[in-house]
Each structure stands twice: as C-alpha cells, then as structure tokens.
C-alpha cells in the first residue's frame, strides 16, 4: 500500500514539471520572446513604439490597442494629430474623468493647451503626468518647451538634464528639447 502511495507522489511530482514545459511556449508572449535566427516568433515582436507606456507626440497613427482602451482618448489623439485643439482638449478631458491617473493622457492635455497658448492649464496638466510618472519622456520634453515658451531657460534645461538622466540610449525627446533650447539661444544672442 505504501508503494503505491509513493509511486502516485512520484508521478504527480513528474507530471506537473513535464505538463509546464511541454505547454509553457504555447502560452508564452510573443511580444515578450526574444528575436533569434530561426525563432519563428522573432518576427511578431512589437516595437518598443508601440508598446502603451510612454507615447511620443511623433506616435499620433491610430492603433487598435489605443482604441479599444478608451474611444475618448483615439479621439483626442486623432484631434491632436489633426490639429484640432479645442476637441482634443474635449475628447482627452472625457478620457481623464474614467482614467483619472493616466499620465499620457495629461501629456496630451498639457500639449493641446500650449499650442493653444494657454499656459497655466498646460503646466498643470503636464505637472501633473510627471507626478503620476516622473519617467515620462514626453512630458518633460513638452513642460521644457513650455518653459522656453515663457522665456523660462533654466527651466527648460532643468528638463534636458532629466531626460538625459531618463535616456540611457539616445531618445527623440532628449534631441528635440535640445534643439529647441539651442534654437531659443540662437534667437536670444540675436
């Protein structure tokens, strides 16, 4: 009897590795798997762009993954994209009453409001996406040019320093707020 019991442990405890690894790359992300030659799944990785982390306003083509989150959002970035400000600002303001802790979605806001040159609003938003990721590479790229807007030149670089901080590799967002700032010198030494 107590072989029996032994061999039944024995075959369970066997079974259950056997069961992961035979079915663990069925269940496996494809976005996640690295790409390797001969990797079959190497060539669904998505790019980092895509990825629904940190958006860039260079970002602003539609995507399903985009949409299907929230249809007040796609609308604001198709409006942001189409220059529409004041419906960006409606749609995006839609999307933050549901996501209320969306740090994109007030990156977005904070940029509609400064090509409106309304730029109270605008830093708040943007203060506010930097509260909720202080990572974000869009927003401090954006409250820099804000900044530089307003005349503000220390501000901005205080900006340019945190994104080299946050831009271990280089980023759009590093070399736009650099271009701008050397561009804002330029008019000034005029």
């Known amino acids: 009897m107590r072989s029996i019991l032994i061999a039944a442990v024995m075959g369970v405890l066997a079974a259950v590795p056997a069961s992961y690894f035979f079915t663990a790359p069925a269940?496996?992300?494809?976005a996640?798997?690295?790409?390797?030659?001969?990797n079959p799944g190497s060539a669904t990785v998505a790019p980092a762009e895509a990825w629904p982390i940190c958006s860039t306003m260079?970002?602003?083509?539609e995507t399903p993954d985009w949409a299907a989150l929230d249809p007040d959002f796609a609308a604001g970035k198709r409006a942001i994209g189409a220059g529409e400000w004041e419906a960006a600002i409606k749609a995006l303001t839609n999307a933050g009453l549901r996501d209320a802790r969306n740090a994109d979605i007030q990156n977005y806001l904070g940029y509609a409001y400064r090509r409106l040159r309304q730029f109270d609003p605008a830093m708040r938003h943007y203060q506010q996406a930097l509260t909720f990721n202080p990572r974000h590479r869009s927003a401090h790229e954006h409250l820099g040019e804000a900044h530089l807007a307003q005349g503000n030149l220390a501000k901005a670089k205080e900006h340019l320093a945190a994104l080299e901080q946050i831009c271990l590799i280089p980023c759009d967002e590093y070399d736009d707020l650099q271009r701008a700032i050397a561009e804002y010198n330029k008019l000034a030494n005029r």
Not at 32 to 38: D, E, K, V, W
Not at 58 to 61: E, G, S, T, V, Y
């Open 58 to 61: 260079a970002a602003m083509a």
């Open 32 to 38: 996640a798997t690295p790409a390797r030659a001969g």
């Open 27 to 30: 269940r496996q992300d494809r």
